[in-house]
Every structure is written in C-alpha cells, then in structure tokens.
C-alpha cells in the first residue's frame, strides 16, 4: 500500500547516527547507555518518531542494561539527558562500526546475478544501521544508487536493488520474519537513497 512521500532529512539522518550528548559520560560513570533504536509502533515507546512516511516503524531512545534488556527512555530522563538535536558522535561512532563488521548473505540467481542481501546480527542495532551513511555506501556499490530495504525484526534486514527485484517473491517470508520474531519491527518498505530514509508501502497488504 503506497505511504504517504516523506524523507528522512540529512539533519535527521546525522542526528538519527550521532547519537546522545552524554553518551560518553553516561558510559564512564557506569550508567547505561542511551541508544536510538528502530521499533514497531506496537511498542509504544514514550519518547519516539515515526520514520518519514511510516505508519509503523518508529526510531526512538532506549538503554541496553547488562544483560541485552531493552527499556525505552521515558520523557523525564530523555530531557534531562539530550535532545533529538543533541545525538553526538559516540552513538555515530558505534552505528558505523557495526556497518562495517555487518557480514551480509549476498543471494544469487541462476545466472550468478545477486539478487537482495539478507542482514542478521545479534545487536538490537543491527535495525539503526540502515539509517548509516556507511551502509548506503557499501549496499550501493552492489545495488545501485537507490535501494529497497525490509526491517522485519531488530536484527534483521532485506536489501535490494530499486529495479527488477524479488521483493514480492519474499513477502511471505518477511511476514513470517515479523510474526515469529521476539524483536519485530514492522513489514514496511523503505527507499533508501542520497535523499534519505522514507516508506514507500508495506509486505502486509491486508491494511
């Protein structure tokens, strides 16, 4: 179902990847890390913005605690530690890294040819990195300057190129991903280009 023409802007985008202002002093004192992570409106995260175009995918400010759990910022802490206009370079620096050890399944036709590139890591960031400027680089250079990119669950990512794709041919599978997941995201689909992040449908054609 086609969404509604947004962008995620070059601001946001540096901002989505820089991370929090006290992210560094946070980590020194031994308190948990904020990170932005990418969520499924079903989640309802108290601090939180839908990605351009998107009726179901959100980016919004979480911890990590010692042990993976996840807890969304609440308004209070949120305020009292950075601002969306205050996402700084530690945040950046650890998108960029885990861009860089992403070790993707390149998926081939018959003739050789790939096909899409199939994402896993364990890191709930693994979903953010597609929001990299890194990870536009390396899936470009493969795919073209615009590219197709499914978030089913937080450690999982589809990418293809815009023209002659499999994408309906995974739909089912995309689903499965999403329902089966115990960190969905969402079944939308995103053009990601120069121009930004944005939503241009979604796997679930039932809405």
């Not at 205050?86 to 096909?115: F, W, Y």
Request: one cysteine or more.
């Amino acid at each position: 179902m086609p969404l509604k023409d947004q962008r995620l802007s070059r601001r946001m985008l540096c901002m989505a990847l820089t991370g929090w202002a006290f992210f560094g002093i946070a980590k020194a004192s031994g308190k948990e890390a904020p990170l932005l992570l990418m969520g499924g409106s079903f989640e309802r995260p108290p601090v939180f913005r839908f990605v351009p175009g998107a009726r179901r995918t959100l980016l919004y400010p979480a911890t990590e605690g010692s042990h993976g759990e996840i807890t969304a910022m609440k308004p209070r802490a949120f305020m009292g530690s950075a601002s969306w206009d205050g996402l700084l370079a530690n945040a950046r620096e650890h998108a960029s890294l885990l861009t860089a050890t992403l070790e993707p399944s390149m998926i081939r036709d018959k003739h050789g040819v790939i096909q899409m590139a199939v994402i896993c890591n364990e890191d709930p960031m693994t979903a953010s990195c597609v929001l990299s400027p890194g990870f536009l680089r390396r899936f470009s250079a493969v795919f073209g300057p615009e590219l197709i990119v499914i978030i089913p669950t937080r450690n999982k990512i589809y990418v293809f190129p815009k023209l002659a794709n499999r994408l309906l041919d995974m739909a089912q599978t995309v689903r499965d991903d999403y329902l089966i997941s115990p960190a969905p995201v969402s079944t939308e689909i995103f053009e990601l280009s120069a121009k930004g992040l944005r939503a241009i449908g979604d796997c679930d054609q039932k809405d």
